[in-house]
Structure formats: structure tokens, C-alpha cells
């Protein structure tokens, strides 16, 4: 039994306090009474600091007012109970977990400073249309804009981890509507305990859900992956660091621990150890390479402090923390981008090396269904959506069966094993020693008594990502905006600073559909291996927010597909294309003068609506849901059916597609198409009388007609055979 569960269990805690008529003076927690203006609960998920468990009842409301004096007493203790009820006394639903807290804590402060602000006394004035009207001015409010949109996000360095999992503004959007419907679904318990309920349902009685799925493309329409032109830079960057320094700054540490033995003479220790540091050679590509940095000295180095950057000088010693920093920021973006498990699941991940295959331990291998490939599991907790926190596996990488290769994410693990070791094995709490990450803890150097290494807080590895960003990725050249529209300045003026850890996510999705030649080799082949172990094995893992979220990114990209068809800036070829021109006029018209991010918003209602998606490949875009029964590839399969709204992947192949009605072809397929016509031009020309020359010379022609279709040249130095 975890701690939070023993705290809501426990004979003194677990008492429905909520009915008692003085439960001021009972613990709701090893730390407080029902009756503190602050509770702080006990903690259950990895990767959060105490701020995650901590529910103040006495915030700033503005114009000298706070929410703990005793004017506001009534209204406060009423919500105090109704909490509380949320914990042990749900009536619709599970009881809620302490990882609530902070999403509870924020809806709260909303509500409690617009009832203020708008002259509200109690829960019972609270009708439907003042829901509404708080829907309103929600969407208008500054706070809410430059909170969530804007700016860098006031986590750097704080233990606050309110935006755990920030679909933003989304995932700020729901807790705010959804306490609104915790109020109306409690109030049977709320008149047991004497406090004002709800008069009528809110919102007209729509769901929380609903209305937040509204208000959200109402504000900003879709929030993208992280956009390729900084994704890409930093994936690479992060990929340097995991395969062409790491080893280095892990032999460099391990020299430095070898020679600093502050047993013997603290000072001296540090001297010797410093003098080794700044002698130390680091390794280049080959012989008559210059190494990839000169020796340790004192630097100078970019720092996030209150969301500003800053420039710190650093001495050798300090220089080996920030370099043992940069590995695991390069080896965290790997992780997440590439493998799209969050921030605070990646905290929780457990060290140790697994003797029979050495692995670490929170690795598996295992060889996939056909035996054609093998698969790399990574074994850790999963927190969301759970009351407790339960172990899961997710497919991090693969690789063809017999092949010595390592995917990068797998390579991640490998290194934070042993770049972390001798910081877990000096840990003076014993119980670090089993955490994969920990962190350092002292202001600046490294840490030389084991209670300055602690247990690493999600904060903290966000902070460390846009540091490693900051220093090592240059995004001073980046465009306003990209070719899609989206905002590429705040980037570059923030050096990466502004950019939302969770998008990795969505980004991760966003790549397993769609590899090409814009990512490097080794991220290219890592989301191509995956793409080919989904598709075999039917894996996406069991975290259900991923599914989720690979969802919302195809509506994302249908929405965008849909908008710049309407806007002509795609040409489209294939059966579906004179269907997809047909949609022109109807696009143009539902989006009228709406432009750029606004334009994609009206569509992706649209898209929302019609229940419209776009299943993408290497090759080309199924549009199977606009007429599942037609779908060539089911065809062949046997198995037509109109509730068959994905393509069965037995059967997906280019020639399949190519004579499917609901199948299309654009500028986005263009590399692999112009690559197959290049290969089969080449193979026809060296065996012109086969019959696999003739195979050859019908899909090289077939790829020159798609590939003039849709305006891409073909190469001048190749001719088609005949």
C-alpha cells in the first residue's frame, strides 16, 4: 500500500471528515489538520515535488484580499468538505487520488477569484448561466493566455508540478469545467454536511468535457508537436551527445571520483581532482580530428532563473556537473521524442543491470509475434489514469531479427545507468539507489557528500532540456513562422525556453507516421522500425492517454491537410483526389476569412464533428473513413465491413492503395516515390530481360506519373528504360 492510500485508509485520516461537524483538528495527512489553510498530502507519483501534493486555502485574490480570512470562512470550509469528499466520499465515480490535487487546486482558485471578482457569495448563486458566463470570461482572460500560451512556463525550478501532463490549453480547460460538475455530482454528500450545493446543473447540462473540447478550439484551435524546425536540430543535437560524448563525460566522472578522496585531505582532494579535470583529453572521430571540446577550465554557461536566461561562469569542477547534465537532458529528449513516455514516468523508471541479457533492468527484449523482429520493452510505473501507480511496459525500439543494432531510446537507458551510477551508489539515502535518474541537489559543483543527491523531480529534467536546448542548439536563424503556420519566433526568442516538454509526445506520434528525409539516419530508422513493429504487433503500448494522443495528432493532421487543400496549397493525386477537389468549395466556405492557426481551428471542428480521419503512410493518405466499404485493402482481405474504419495493414502496400478510391498522394510522399522510381529505373536497366525488369519498369513509370502529378521533377541524371 502506497503512503497516499495508507493516509486515506488509515483509521485517524480516512473518516468521512467532510460530515463531521468539527473536523478541524483531524489529520488529513501525516503533515496537516483538516483545519490548515495549507495541505500538504502525501505523495504517490514519481517525478513530483511537494508542490504536487499541496493544496493552499489561503491565496492571493487580489485588491489585498486572500481566501483565508475570515470573511471568506463559509465559502472556504464548504470547500474544504466538499475536497475532502472527493478523496473518500465520491458518489459518482472512483474516489480521486492526491495526483488530483493540483488539477483540483487550480479549478478552485479560478472559480473561488472569479466569484469574487463577480460578486459571488456562495456555491448556491452558482446557476447555469453563471457557468456559462464564467465560460466567458474565461476565454477572454489575459491570465489565461499568457499562463498557458505565452511566455515560458514558471516551472523552471519550482517543485510545481500543476502541469504534469499540460495539453494546453486543454488539460487547463478540463479541471476548471470539470470542478463545476464534481460541485453538481456531489451535492447529495454537500447537504449531508451542510453546504450550500449547486442550484441546477451547469453548462446547460453539457459535460465537462464537452464544453472543454469546445472552449479549446474556441481559444486556439490545436496545439502542434514541437514544429520540425526545432525538433529536428534538437534531436540531433541530443543524438550527438547520447552516441559521441556520453562515454566520455562518463570516463571523465569516474576519474574524478577515482582521484578525489576528501578522507585524506578535503582541499588537497579538490586540487588534485581539479588539476586531473582540466587535463583531461577529450576523444575526436579519429586521430587528426580536433576532440569535440578542449580541456575542463572555468566557462561561461546560459542558467534558467525565474524564466530568465542568464550567464553564469563556472569552474571546472562546476563544468563537470553541467556536462553530467547535458547527457541526461540529451538522453530525457531521446526518451521522450522518441519513445513518448512523460516526464514523471521517466522519473520513476528503476536501476540495475540484468545479468542474463545485459540489459538494465527496466529493459526487456523479446522477439515479435513473427518472429521477423525484436522488440525492446521499457518496464516502469504508470501513474495517469491509475489510482495507484502500477507497472507497465512501453515499446521503446526495435530492430530486425539477428541485428547488433541499438535504438537510441535503448541507448538512452544504457547511458543513464551508467552515467548516474556512482551518484546513486553515494546517495546517503539508501532508497535513491534502486531510481534510474536522481539528482543533484547542491547549488552549483558537484556533489561530493551523498545528502546532496536527491530524489530527481520532474521540474527538474524539464529545466535540464531547455538548459542542454539553450546552450548546445542554435535557433537564432528560425523563421516568424513556418510553411504550416506555426510560431517559430517565441522559439528563437526564448532559446528554446517556451518549448512544452509534453509536446515531445506528440511529436513521437507525429513521426511514426510519417519518416523521411528530414531526420537524421539513426531517428529516421527508429521511427521506421516502429512504424513496421506497430503494425505487426498491433502495439501501442498500455498507457491509454498515448492512444490519445496519436488520435489527436491524425486530427491534427487531417485538420491541416484539409485547410491547406482548401487554401490550394496542396496538389493531390490518386482516386480520392477528385473527390478530395470536390471538398474545396465546402472548405472555403466554413472557413471563410479564417487564416493561418484560426483556419486550422475551424477545420478541426469540422474534422471533430464528421469524425474524419486520415490514416498516413510513407507513400501516401487513406481516407478510408469517408467510405470504410470500399477500401481495397479490406477488399482483399475479406474483411469489408462499414465499421472497419482503419486499413488492414495485411494488405496495405503502394500498388494495393493505388487502385483504392479512397487513397491519395501529395508533396509529402514525394522522397518515397521519387526514391522507388529511382530504384526501379536502375534495377531495369541492369536486368532488362526478366521478368522483374518488366515489374520494375511498370512501378518506375507508375512513380513518374505520380511524381508529375504532383509537380516534383524527376532526377535529370536517371532515364526510364524502353
Known amino acids: 500500500m502506497n503512503s497516499s492510500t495508507a493516509m486515506l485508509t488509515s483509521p485517524s485520516a480516512a473518516r468521512r471528515l467532510h460530515l463531521e461537524a468539527d473536523p478541524w483538528d483531524a489529520p488529513v495527512s501525516t503533515r496537516s489538520k483538516f483545519g490548515d489553510l495549507i495541505w500538504l498530502l502525501d505523495l504517490t507519483t514519481p517525478g513530483q515535488g511537494p508542490g504536487s501534493a499541496r493544496l493552499d486555502w489561503d491565496f492571493d485574490l487580489g485588491e489585498g484580499l486572500s481566501f483565508g480570512q475570515p470573511r471568506f470562512s463559509t465559502l472556504r470550509g464548504g470547500l474544504m468538505r466538499f475536497v475532502w469528499s472527493l478523496f473518500t466520499d465520491r458518489r459518482s465515480g472512483l474516489d480521486l487520488t492526491v495526483g488530483s490535487v493540483m488539477k483540483l487546486s487550480t479549478a478552485m482558485r479560478s472559480l473561488v477569484r472569479w466569484m469574487v471578482k463577480n460578486d459571488y457569495v456562495c456555491i448556491s448563486e452558482l446557476t447555469s448561466a453563471a457557468s456559462e458566463d464564467y465560460l466567458d470570461d474565461l476565454v477572454s482572460s489575459y491570465m489565461l493566455e499568457t499562463e498557458m500560451m505565452e511566455g515560458i ?184 521524442s522518441e519513445a513518448g513516455p512523460r516526464i514523471n514516468e521517466i522519473c520513476g523508471l528503476a536501476a540495475g543491470m540484468n545479468a542474463q541479457t545485459g540489459l538494465p533492468a527496466c529493459l526487456e527484449l523479446r522477439s515479435s509475434k513473427t518472429g521477423l523482429n525484436e522488440h525492446f520493452f521499457l518496464k516502469g510505473l504508470l501513474s495517469k489514469l491509475r489510482r495507484v501507480p502500477e507497472e507497465v511496459e512501453w515499446l521503446i525500439g526495435a530492430r530486425p531479427a539477428g541485428s547488433d543494432f541499438i535504438p537510441a531510446p535503448v541507448r538512452a537507458i544504457q547511458v543513464l545507468q551508467r552515467l548516474l551510477e556512482p551518484l546513486r551508489g553515494n546517495a546517503t539515502d539508501h532508497s535513491l539507489r534502486s531510481n534510474l535518474i536522481v539528482q543533484m541537489t547542491a547549488p552549483r559543483s558537484y556533489p561530493r557528500d551523498g545528502k546532496m543527491i536527491g530524489r530527481v523531480l520532474a ?87 498515448l492512444l490519445e494522443v496519436m488520435n489527436g495528432v491524425r486530427v491534427q493532421q487531417t485538420a491541416q491537410f484539409f485547410y491547406e487543400m482548401a487554401r490550394g496549397e496542396r496538389r493531390v493525386t490518386g482516386r480520392m483526389a477528385k473527390l478530395v ?136 541524371l536517371v532515364t526510364t528504360h524502353g
Request: overall charge negative.
Open 153 to 336: 512556463p514558471a516551472e523552471d525550478e519550482s517543485e510545481d508540478d500543476e502541469q504534469d501532463d499540460p495539453e494546453i490549453p486543454l488539460g487547463a480547460l478540463r479541471p476548471r469545467t470539470n470542478f463545476w460538475s464534481l460541485l453538481w455530482a456531489q451535492r447529495a454528500v454537500l447537504r449531508e454536511a451542510g453546504v450550500a450545493v449547486l442550484p441546477e446543473a451547469p453548462f446547460g447540462g453539457k459535460s465537462a468535457r464537452t464544453v472543454a473540447n469546445k472552449l479549446a478550439t474556441k481559444i486556439v484551435g490545436w496545439i502542434p508537436p514541437v514544429p520540425d524546425e526545432v525538433a529536428l536540430p534538437v534531436m540531433a543535437e541530443a543524438h550527438r551527445w547520447l552516441w559521441e560524448r556520453a562515454d566520455d563525460v562518463i570516463r571523465l566522472q569516474d576519474e574524478y571520483i577515482a582521484l578525489y578522496r576528501p578522507e585524506l585531505c578535503r582541499e588537497h582532494a579538490a586540487i588534485v581532482a581539479g588539476v586531473a579535470l582540466e587535463n583531461f583529453r577529450f576523444s575526436s572521430a579519429s586521430p587528426e580530428l580536433v576532440p569535440w571540446r578542449g580541456p575542463l577550465q572555468e566557462a561561461t554557461r546560459l542558467s534558467i532563473f525565474s524564466g530568465e536566461w542568464r550567464t553564469a561562469v563556472h569552474d571546472s569542477h562546476s563544468v563537470l556537473r553541467t556536462l553530467i547534465e547535458d547527457v541526461c537532458a540529451a538522453c530525457v529528449i531521446v526518451l521522450q
Open 459 to 545: 521540474s527538474r529534467l524539464r529545466t535540464l532540456q531547455r538548459v542542454f536546448i539553450g546552450n548546445h542548439v542554435d535557433l537564432s536563424g528560425l523563421p516568424d513562422r513556418n510553411a504550416h503556420g506555426q510560431d517559430l519566433a517565441r522559439y528563437r526568442e526564448t532559446k528554446g525556453a517556451c518549448l512544452l516538454t509534453h509536446s515531445w509526445r506528440k511529436s513521437y506520434a507525429l513521426y511514426v507516421f510519417r519518416t523521411d528525409s528530414r531526420m537524421i539516419g539513426a531517428i529516421a530508422q527508429q521511427f521506421h522500425h516502429l512504424s513496421l513493429a506497430m503494425t505487426e504487433q498491433g502495439y501501442l503500448g498500455n498507457d491509454p492517454s
Open 581 to 716: 477537389d470536390e471538398f474545396r468549395a465546402e472548405f472555403a466556405r466554413i472557413l471563410g476569412a479564417a487564416e493561418g492557426m484560426a483556419g486550422i481551428a475551424t477545420v478541426q471542428q469540422w474534422v471533430l464533428n464528421e469524425d474524419i480521419r486520415i490514416w498516413f503512410s510513407r507513400h501516401g493518405k487513406c481516407f478510408i473513413g469517408l467510405g470504410p466499404t470500399k477500401a481495397r485493402c479490406h477488399e482483399l482481405g475479406g474483411t469489408v465491413h462499414w465499421a472497419n474504419a482503419e486499413p488492414n495493414y495485411v494488405h496495405r502496400n503502394p500498388e494495393t492503395c493505388l487502385g483504392c478510391p479512397l487513397y491519395a498522394v501529395d508533396a509529402d510522399h514525394a522522397e518515397f516515390w521519387l526514391l522507388r522510381y529511382i530504384e526501379n529505373t536502375n534495377f531495369m536497366a541492369a536486368s532488362a530481360t526478366s521478368r522483374a525488369a518488366r515489374a520494375a519498369e511498370l512501378r518506375a513509370k507508375q512513380s513518374a506519373a505520380i511524381l508529375q502529378a504532383i509537380k516534383v521533377p524527376l532526377p535529370e
